[in-house]
């Protein structure tokens, strides 16, 4: 198993320019998430998606848009790009209500 | 809401040196505790996890122990090593969500 894989792993961008960053997932896991990581600020939601076919707004959603295209796969989307958008992501997911997380190995963004 | 409050780092010991992060939490119910690992330019991976108190977790020679009253699971290790460098977050899931809530992270260095 692979696990959470996620594309790419590195990634800059110009102010205004738009990005897809893709995750997928092996485990047959029914919840995903997308992240960011900020020194200082930890790990913040930034949307998930308990099921296919659902998605819901975590704590900074503003900027981005997601897509659960199957079970496999959530993608995180920016339209258009922002310096503060500057960041780690991290792609998890999750088999049931409290069970381990797993996660991807990250994606460093830089928004110039 | 669900809070996770840990202490801040960095925290730098020497080899064999007895490691505590503090963690203290704030959720309604009765929530799952966990404390995830993450290495350097690698995604978070479970160290461990209790799910009601009383319980104690342990992983790699790593401890934490959920207690209810003092609404804390502070994680130990007797011994820490230079490859436990590493930053560790707690985090809880808790209320109807079901939601992983993350601590900011505790740097933690292990001189030789």
């Known amino acids: 198993n692979a696990g959470v894989t996620q594309t790419p792993k590195f990634q800059v961008l110009k102010t205004g320019q738009s990005m897809t960053l893709q995750c997928a997932q092996d485990m047959n896991h029914n919840s995903m998430y997308w992240y960011r990581q900020d020194p200082g600020m930890g790990l913040r939601l930034i949307y998930y998606s308990a099921s296919e076919g659902t998605t819901d707004k975590g704590e900074v959603p503003n900027g981005y848009n997601v897509s659960r295209l199957n079970k496999r796969e959530f993608s995180l989307r920016l339209e258009s790009a922002a310096p503060s958008q500057t960041s780690v992501y991290f792609c998890a997911s999750r088999e049931d209500r409290v069970g381990e997380q797993f996660f991807g190995p990250g994606t460093r963004l830089t928004v110039l | 809401g669900n809070s996770v409050t840990q202490m801040e780092g960095p925290v730098t010991l020497s080899e064999e040196a007895f490691l505590t992060i503090n963690c203290t939490y704030t959720a309604t119910g009765y929530p799952s505790l966990f404390w995830y690992v993450q290495y350097p330019g690698e995604g978070l991976q479970l160290l461990l996890k209790?799910?009601?108190?009383?319980d104690k977790g342990s992983n790699k020679g790593f401890e934490a122990t959920y207690r209810k009253e003092t609404t804390s699971f502070h994680l130990e290790k007797g011994s820490v090593q230079v490859s436990d460098s590493a930053v560790y977050f707690c985090?809880?899931?808790?209320?109807?969500?079901?939601?992983?809530?993350f601590g900011k992270g505790t740097l933690l260095t292990v001189n030789p």
């Open positions: 985090a809880l899931i808790g209320g109807s969500n079901y939601k992983l809530t």
């Open positions: 209790a799910t009601k108190a009383d």
